[in-house]
């Protein structure tokens, strides 16, 4: 099967080259040649999928014109799709399907997408490189000894391997772009509020959203469009300004950008080989009259510190549902507080109950001023320095993550090297600011992203010039060795 990306789907679809149907056949003929390897999938409704797509086919023959009709795409296993498993990674959800579709998803399904299924993560959405699956790792398509990247790895690994030209994931610190970066696709972490998030499994409230995941920003802005906009059942969903645009999607205009280089993103742990793709990304955009400038955004150095504070004070709360009453798995337990105990205690894994733990602390009496309010402050700082930054440039360029992707088990078995990873993608959601990974190119046989993170708002700006960068450009058209 031609491992193509949705724009070029899109047009075979509407010529009437092929089917929807038939993507969706080999899309599974690959799943099933492929996914033992790789692990990405954890759940299929095939004869579900098939009919949507041949509905889809039927829109298709009537004559019907829309950015998503009859393109396959893949759900992260934290996002409603009604009667499929919801397992969220987790043993705790055992046996529980979703009673409702996410907004995103009936969004999708009423233009015409074809959910294909749903896809590993880490345990709720907690973690960097997709080891934290009570499910097992998925694996890192470039070279399976390492990690795809988290928590989205297996929407990123379908993308990436050709099971599809469309993923949803989620980011709620990193999770759509970190892996972009480590598997060489592209991943939109919209402005908070700009998708609803009414159907996915809350990790971090206040932090969580969902990120589209595809080979190009133009496949994105076919994605965003059907999805973006004010939902009644997420009050904290809002529409996304010049969203008129992605319909006639355009390349942004590079000239005169002016392109803000955070000096705190490009100091000392930075890999020599990324910074070096980053230089030669950087070059391409100023080489069509971008203009580069250095910024500093001082309160990045608390960034981590503030997320992991605030993330697990969220955790605490959110993951309180989980006990065994209302969804999914039930230990035996004598009396209703051991019953509870125990199913968290066989159904949850040890980075989540660590979440849950350092969560309960931060919010508890006496710690919450040291803690929670603290990191709440910091949060306001970090969200500041944004906005100066913003008074003198249009955009921000930076890496996603300090190095490639890194062998399994490196980080395992110290959460603070795990949590390091993500140094330079919980900036930017502390701020609520749309921000998207991009592929810079390739170091030692293995790709790296760069992030581009814009005002609020800005979503299809950033879009149009991750556009522009991709037209002159061809790493994102590079597929890797398994699916070649
Ligand atoms: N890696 C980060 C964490 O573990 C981000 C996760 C995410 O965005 N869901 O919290």
Known sequence: MAVGTAVDWRERLDAGDMSSESLVLTAFDRIRQLDPHLHAILAMDEARSLQVARAADARLLAGERSPVLGLPIVLKDNLNWTGLPVSCGSRVLDGYRAPY????????????????????????????????????????????SRVPGGSSSGSVVSVAAGYAPLALGSDTGGSVRLPASFCNVTALRPTYG????????????????????????????????????????????????????????????????RIGLPREYFGEGLEPGVRSLLEQALQVLAGQGAELREVSLPHTRYAIDTYY??????????????????????ARGGNLPAMIAETRDEGLGAEVKRRILLGTFCLSKGYYDAFYLKAMKART?????????????DVLATPVSPGVAFPFGTKTEDPLAMYLADAFTVTAPLAGLPCLSMPAGFTGGLPAGIQLIGPAFSDVMLLETAHAFQLLTAHHLATPPLSA
């Open 309 to 330: 504070l605030i993330c697990t004070s969220e955790v605490s709360s959110n993951l309180s549902r989980f006990d065994g009453v209302r969804f999914g798995r039930r």
């Open 194 to 257: 700009v998708l609803s998030r009414f159907g996915l499994t809350a990790m971090a409230s206040s932090l969580d959203q969902v990120g589209p995941v595809a080979a190009t920003a133009a496949d994105l802005a076919l994605a965003l469009g059907v999805m973006a906009g004010r939902d009644p059942q997420d009050s904290t969903s809002s529409d996304l300004p010049g969203a008129e645009r992605l319909a006639s999607f355009r390349p942004g205009d590079l000239k005169g950008l």
């Open 381 to 393: 700082l970090i969200a500041r320095d944004f906005e100066q930054a913003f008074e003198a440039v």
């Open 101 to 144: 579709d996410a907004t995103v998803v009936g969004r999708l399904l009423q233009a015409g997408a074809v959910p294909l299924a749903k896809a590993n993560m880490d345990e709720f959405a907690m973690g960097s490189s997709g080891e934290y699956s009570a499910f097992g790792a998925a694996r890192n398509p470039w070279d399976t």
